[in-house]
């Protein structure tokens, strides 16, 4: 093979060949003969040619490329769950030689992103992150025509849209029914903002398994808000100062969970001896040793990997992308339990 390479015209001069031709035999057009196609490939492969992404994109109706609308207000999205979920999906993007475009936006600006990108065929499709409770995403991105998966469940139409999400509800279900199984019953629940789908699913989780004990909920034990280190601190701290204080947490995140650790650490508490600490993990890159376990081993916890997620959802989008006619796909993934060191009976 040649070093250097080559663009279409001199690909099509030494085949003799029109570079019309030439583009249609590599795009897989049916009115090129087999015979020059064969012809065509083999040409391209021994000279390097590689051709512009841009003349690509105009002979083939596609771009290669894949969106991300990322929502930037208040509550970031650009954290670690984000970026490891980029990761992973960008893994599958690159097998399949698509390239990635992540556009963040205000809220009020996302509609228009999307449209742009399908008038102007700016991606072949897009990642939809963070679903909300009542999500006008889905009905806008269905009636634009631009394909599209979803990072998660919303709404109760959840067969007419490809979607990949964990069993927020049944592991969280899980762990406090742990939790109670411990001999626990103030049990506190430090969660995500319940106006996404993830977050609400995980608190009906929540109240389902003290419902199952015959257990009140308690408003005064249930948090909500954008999940991060500062979030589990202050949380913690309020909770376990208050006059009928939990004898249980349980977090959203390994985030939260990391920040509700410094406080107890900081009141003088042994986590699993004088107070129960339980977390979602997502396996965060970051904490993880060269074992795969690192920091998130330390916690009784329910866990699955947002990097395998994000790479399992680039694969999906990819194949609608290919096939628009196909029917919506979903996955629901289980979480695994782990029981750290963090949880006990209470003291």
Partial sequence: MSDSVVNLKQL?????????????????????????????????????YRPSPSATSLATGKSRIIGHVVPVSEHRMINPHFSDFVAGASDAYAEAGYDLLIRAALPEQEADIYRDFASRNRVDGVVVHGPMVHEPRIKLLQSIGLPFVVHGRAGDEEHSYSWMDVDNRSAFEQLTHYL??????????????????????????????????????????????DMNEPYGYRSTRRLLEASSAPTALIYSSILSALGGLRAVNEMGLRPGKDISLATYDDRLSFLQAGDGAGQSSYFT????????????????????????????KFELWKSQM?????????R
């Fill in 12 to 48: 099509s001069k030494s085949l003799g060949l029109s570079q019309t031709t030439v583009s249609r035999a590599l795009n897989g057009f049916p009115e090129v003969s087999e015979k020059t196609r064969a012809k065509v490939q083999a040409a391209a492969e021994k000279l390097n």
């Fill in 301 to 328: 916890s329910v866990h699955s990997s947002i990097q395998d997620a994000g790479r399992r959802v680039g694969e999906m989008l990819i194949s609608q992308i290919k096939d628009k006619n196909s029917a919506p």
């Fill in 180 to 225: 109670i199984e411990l001999g626990h019953r103030r049990i506190a629940l430090i969660n995500g903002l319940e106006s996404m789908n993830f977050a609400r699913r995980r608190r009906l989780g929540y109240e389902t398994a003290l419902s199952d004990h015959k257990l009140p909920v308690d408003p005064d034990l249930v948090t909500s808000e």
């Fill in 338 to 346: 782990d029981i750290g060191k963090t949880t006990g009976p209470p």
